[in-house]
């Protein structure tokens, strides 16, 4: 349904504020975190969290989430993969920070995986590829996002926010001029860096998950969908070249 990630937008430290908004990477930010589809537009968006926050943490408490759980956000009914038979439910991709859930997978830990587990995060790895890509247009786009916003929390909230409704309505104006600054794929399926890379770059939330432990109909998805990934109908003929 779409992939789940967190930058932070850096902020000059408001009055009186003290730590508040003080990162881990040593400055002040607040948190701008996305769900962004298959085209490099933004779903849903989150932005105004202090900058302390990890990714896990902001998601943990954000409304997406509840929704979700509540069954309030209209997901499509389950439905089985190309070429199976197999009833397999919709579900968002996240990275380490989040927990496993039937409607959200993640990468399998990187110690001492199999090779069919490292095809399995390479294959989530390339639908994830989709925030960077939008975050590196968004930023590329409206460059006053990679300096330090000196309004109040407020005021910066709102230009992220406008930011983020003019970079969809660009996506779908002006769609092929935007391309050529996304990640693409050479004949041999090796990542071609977009022309966005060549810029500053919005930093990442810390990636913590305390407590963030998967239900066993996860554990169950994420195998099930480990197999269905290194079967014959699942698989794509360069992915054993790529771990």
């Known amino acids: 349904m779409g992939a789940l990630d967190g930058k932070h937008i850096r902020i000059r430290c408001p009055s009186n504020a003290g730590s508040l908004y003080y990162n881990y990477k040593g ?29 896990a943490q902001l998601w943990n408490q ?4 509840k929704a979700i759980e509540d069954k309030q956000i209209g997901f499509p009914d389950a439905e089985p993969l190309p070429g199976d038979d197999q009833d397999t439910p919709y579900f968002l991709v996240g990275d ?5 859930k039937t409607w959200m997978m993640k990468p399998f830990l990187r110690r001492n995986m199999a090779n069919d587990e490292r095809i399995f995060n390479y294959r989530l790895s390339r639908a994830r590829r989709v925030t960077e890509n939008a975050f590196g247009i968004l930023a590329n786009r409206f460059m006053c996002l990679l300096t330090t916003l000196r309004q109040k929390p407020d005021t910066v909230v709102a230009m992220v926010m406008a930011c983020c409704s003019l970079h969809n309505i660009m996506r779908l104006r002006y769609k092929m001029f935007q391309n050529v600054m996304v990640d693409q794929e050479n004949e041999d399926h090796q990542v071609v860096p977009g022309a966005w890379r060549d810029d500053v770059q919005l930093d ?7 407590g963030n432990l998967a239900t066993n109909e996860a554990k169950k998805q994420r195998l099930y969908l480990k197999q269905y990934y290194n079967s014959p109908v699942g698989a794509v003929p360069w992915q054993k070249y790529m771990i």
């Open 27 to 55: 400055y002040h930010s607040i948190v701008l975190m996305a769900l962004v589809d298959a085209d490099y537009k933004f779903l849903w968006v989150s932005c105004g969290a202090n900058g302390f926050v990890s990714d």
């Open 62 to 65: 954000c409304e997406l989430k």
């Open 96 to 100: 380490d920070a989040f927990a496993p």
């Open 204 to 210: 990442d939330l810390e990636a913590l998950g305390p």
